[in-house]
């Protein structure tokens, strides 16, 4: 008995047609980068109260103090209790290596962090000296910032797309096209935080600069975007 597979040659023609590779779509890539120059207008403190004895009570008792008088005079300093926030109290032993014998014990070293969150600027240096006098012993960071960084950020990231439709269409002119709808938007990732400088084919606005005090200067922080687009060649 014989069969015969006719329909084999129409199946492999069905599939030679469905591997055709499409036109390639003409386009245009295009960087834009925004910076926009903002004043901070908030100060971030890191700080740590560290506290050390023999005695793992005493050593957590004198940290206790010194926090609590913390916590009092950043209040009598007007700053609002839910800008301040206080970490978990850690415990350490420490010890120290003996060549031939037995670790020396040394004590018990108890540290409890505290965040402060400043909103006047000019107070910054008032509160940093006030808080070492009441038991503050450890500064870890210090950090100005703006507290309304994400509508700085959206504005920004609109002006790196401003600046990326105006790039791709004087590219487009130049041999006498234009551009279509974007075809493809990446957002590339920035640090907020930098030194000013001066980018080409980017978008700068700047809303003045801000001082805080007259020991104390603020100065600007810049918050940048960059964006990739890819526009359809008309």
């Known amino acids: 008995m014989r069969a015969w597979w006719v329909l084999a040659p129409f199946l492999v023609g069905a599939t030679a047609s469905a591997h055709e590779a499409e036109p390639a779509r003409p386009l245009v890539v295009v960087t834009g980068e925004a910076e926009v120059r903002v004043a901070p207008d908030q100060a971030v403190l890191w700080m740590k109260v560290v506290t050390e004895d023999k005695e793992l009570g005493l050593a957590r008792q004198q940290n206790d103090d010194r926090v609590k008088a913390t916590l009092a005079l950043l209040h009598g300093l007007g700053v609002p209790a839910e800008k301040i926030q206080t970490g978990l109290m850690t415990i350490d032993r420490r010890e120290s290596l003996r060549e031939g014998g037995k670790p020396l014990f040394l004590g018990y070293e108890v540290t409890k962090g505290l965040t402060v969150v400043i909103d006047e600027l000019g107070k910054t240096d008032e509160v940093l000296a006030q808080v070492v006098k009441a038991g503050v012993n450890r500064v870890d960071r210090f950090q100005l910032r703006c507290s309304e960084t994400r509508s700085h950020k959206d504005k920004a990231r609109a002006l790196a797309m401003r600046a990326a439709r105006e790039k791709a269409s004087a590219l487009a002119g130049e041999i006498g096209q234009s551009i279509g709808k974007a075809f493809e938007i990446r957002e590339e990732q920035q640090t907020i935080w930098r030194p000013v400088n001066f980018n080409a084919n980017a978008i700068e606005e700047d809303p003045g600069r801000g ?24």
């Open 211 to 234: 001082a805080a005090g007259d020991s104390f200067s603020a100065g600007e922080n810049v918050i940048r975007a960059s964006v990739t687009v890819s526009f359809e060649l008309r």
